[in-house]
C-alpha cells in the first residue's frame, strides 16, 4: 500500500522559515515527479512546486517562486520544501503527491498526481 507521509509544519510568524519533508513508501517513486499542493481554509487545492525524479528539474506557483525550494535527490522517494520569508497568505494544510509509478514529468496540474499524503497544517501569523 503506498503512503506518503508529510511532516514539518507548524506555527510561525511572517517571515519566518520552515521545512516540509515527505517521505512516500510501499513503492519505490524513483522514477516519478513529485509535488507540493496547499488547501487554505475555504479555498481549492492549488499547485506550489513540483520537482522531477532526478531532482534536477522544478517548477514553482508564481506566488512562491523566490521563496520556495523542493529539493529531492536523485530517485529519492522523499522530498523536502523550504518555505522561507512566510506570509500569511501562506496559511494552509500542506500536500505532498506523487505521479503514478513511472511518471517522470513535472506538471503543476492537480489531476497528474496518483497519490496523495494526508497533509501538514502551515500556520503563518502576522
Known amino acids: 500500500q503506498v503512503q506518503l507521509v508529510e511532516s514539518g509544519g507548524g506555527i510561525v510568524q511572517a517571515g519566518d522559515s520552515l521545512k516540509l519533508s515527505c517521505t512516500a513508501s510501499?513503492?519505490?517513486?524513483?522514477?516519478?515527479?513529485m509535488g507540493w499542493f496547499r488547501q487554505a481554509l475555504g479555498k481549492e487545492r492549488e499547485f506550489v512546486a513540483t520537482?522531477?525524479?532526478?531532482?534536477?528539474?522544478?517548477y514553482y506557483a508564481g506566488s512562491v517562486k523566490g521563496r520556495f525550494f523542493i529539493t529531492r535527490e536523485y530517485g529519492s522517494n522523499t522530498v523536502q520544501l523550504q518555505m522561507n520569508s512566510l506570509k500569511p497568505e501562506d496559511t494552509a494544510v500542506y500536500y505532498c503527491?506523487?505521479?503514478?509509478?513511472?511518471?517522470?514529468?513535472?506538471?503543476?496540474?492537480?489531476?497528474?498526481?496518483?497519490?496523495w499524503g494526508q497533509g501538514t497544517q502551515v500556520t503563518v501569523s502576522s
Open positions: 503527491a506523487a505521479r503514478a509509478i513511472g511518471n517522470m514529468g513535472i506538471t503543476e496540474n492537480l489531476g497528474g498526481y496518483e497519490y
Open positions: 510501499g513503492h519505490t517513486f524513483r522514477n516519478s515527479a
Open positions: 520537482i522531477s525524479w532526478t531532482g534536477t528539474a522544478s
